[in-house]
């Protein structure tokens, strides 16, 4: 047995698979977890060029899992393609070349996602640790990685979004895909959700009218920036710093402007004990509940 429970309780279920030649069973608790944090406050700025950059000016690199193992995959799926794939409606098998290269395939893609995860869990309970409060932009992750179109019409014709194939920017959208999901910014951000529910934090999602990379966090005063300036340089009171840095400092300010007003839209408080108030949202889930016998 590997690793060890945190919080213990009454086992309910028992899930015993096989994968990537190996035995692996997971056991689910019935327990109430919890986890030791800090008063402190942080602001996180997500991204490709930096994997996150925090509003205490800590800069954690993007580990690139994907992109480092690119072309070992590449070569294992041109092995795998040489190999007799298997036909059902041909009633041809495959064969054990075939096998054996698709084994190593998903035992290189299996690596990958497994040192995502480990990497992704250490930093998220590296932040919760210190930081009860955890300010980030609500990003459209569904979007942002959506798949360019290919489309053969003129521009005037051409739907938004849509980009004209074997284009370059198609090739750059396909290639700003795979960085944005190599380093898993949508479970990245879950995990740290459900670590900060486990000691009571607080999670609050910065609107994007906020604008937190065309924002100066000193004095709040805003200006379009490209995307090739990494460095933050204010017109109106000299401030510089780090673009990613500069921004999550604007989300920490954001995050401590509201003050006591939690119950904003955009602030979810992660405790699970619910309070009964006066508020019009409470009245309403208690009306659609059914009523007691």
Same mark, same amino acid.
């Given at each position: 047995?590997?690793?060890?429970?945190?919080?213990?309780?009454?086992?309910?279920?028992?899930?015993?698979?096989?994968?990537?030649?190996?035995?692996?069973?997971?056991?689910?608790?019935?327990?109430?977890?919890?986890?030791?944090?800090?008063?402190?406050?942080?602001?996180?700025?997500?991204?490709?060029?930096?994997?996150?950059?925090?509003?205490?000016?800590?800069?954690?690199?993007?580990?690139?899992?994907?992109?480092?193992?690119?072309?070992?995959?590449?070569?294992?799926?041109?092995?795998?393609?040489?190999?007799?794939?298997?036909?059902?409606?041909?009633?041809?098998?495959?064969?054990?070349?075939?096998?054996?290269?698709?084994?190593?395939?998903?035992?290189?893609?299996?690596?990958?996602?497994?040192?995502?995860?480990?990497?992704?869990?250490?930093?998220?309970?590296?932040?919760?640790?210190?930081?009860?409060?955890?300010?980030?932009?609500?990003?459209?992750?569904?979007?942002?990685?959506?798949?360019?179109? =290919?489309?053969?019409? $003129?521009?005037? *014709?051409?739907?938004? %979004?849509?980009?004209? &194939?074997?284009?370059?920017? +198609?090739? #750059? /959208?396909?290639?700003?895909?795979?960085?944005?999901?190599?380093?898993?910014?949508?479970?990245?951000?879950?995990?740290?959700?459900?670590?900060?529910?486990?000691?009571?934090?607080?999670?609050?999602?910065?609107?994007?009218?906020?604008?937190?990379?065309?924002?100066?966090?000193?004095?709040?005063?805003?200006?379009?920036?490209?995307?090739?300036?990494?460095?933050?340089?204010?017109?109106?009171?000299?401030?510089?710093?780090?673009?990613?840095?500069?921004?999550?400092?604007?989300?920490?300010?954001?995050?401590?402007?509201?003050?006591?007003?939690?119950?904003?839209?955009? =602030?979810?408080?992660? $405790?699970?004990? *619910?309070?009964?108030? %006066?508020?019009?949202? &409470?009245?309403?889930?208690? +009306?659609? #509940? /059914?009523?007691?016998?």
């Amino acid at each position: 047995m590997r690793g060890k429970a945190r919080t213990w309780g009454n086992p309910t279920t028992c899930t015993i698979i096989w994968k990537q030649g190996k035995w692996y069973g997971s056991i689910t608790v019935n327990c109430e977890p919890k986890r030791e944090t800090s008063t402190g406050a942080i602001g996180l700025d997500f991204g490709t060029y930096h994997a996150i950059a925090c509003s205490d000016g800590t800069i954690i690199d993007n580990p690139k899992f994907l992109a480092n193992t690119q072309q070992k995959v590449e070569q294992t799926s041109k092995k795998l393609r040489r190999k007799r794939a298997p036909n059902f409606k041909k009633k041809i098998k495959a064969s054990k070349r075939w096998r054996k290269a698709r084994k190593q395939k998903s035992k290189l893609q299996n690596k990958v996602a497994c040192s995502r995860q480990d990497w992704q869990h250490k930093v998220a309970a590296q932040i919760v640790s210190s930081n009860s409060l955890v300010a980030t932009e609500k990003l459209n992750i569904k979007g942002m990685t959506r798949k360019a179109t =290919a489309v053969r019409s $003129s521009r005037e *014709t051409r739907p938004h %979004g849509c980009l004209k &194939k074997d284009s370059k920017r +198609k090739h #750059q /959208k396909t290639g700003l895909n795979r960085s944005l999901l190599d380093v898993g910014i949508g479970n990245l951000i879950s995990l740290i959700k459900y670590k900060l529910s486990e000691c009571s934090g607080v999670f609050v999602d910065v609107p994007l009218k906020i604008a937190p990379s065309q924002t100066c966090p000193q004095c709040g005063y805003k200006k379009k920036k490209e995307l090739s300036e990494r460095v933050h340089n204010c017109e109106n009171c000299n401030f510089t710093a780090d673009r990613d840095v500069a921004a999550s400092m604007v989300m920490l300010n954001y995050a401590k402007g509201l003050g006591t007003s939690l119950s904003n839209a955009d =602030a979810e408080p992660l $405790s699970e004990t *619910t309070q009964n108030c %006066g508020s019009f949202r &409470k009245v309403q889930q208690l +009306k659609r #509940q /059914k009523p007691r016998t």
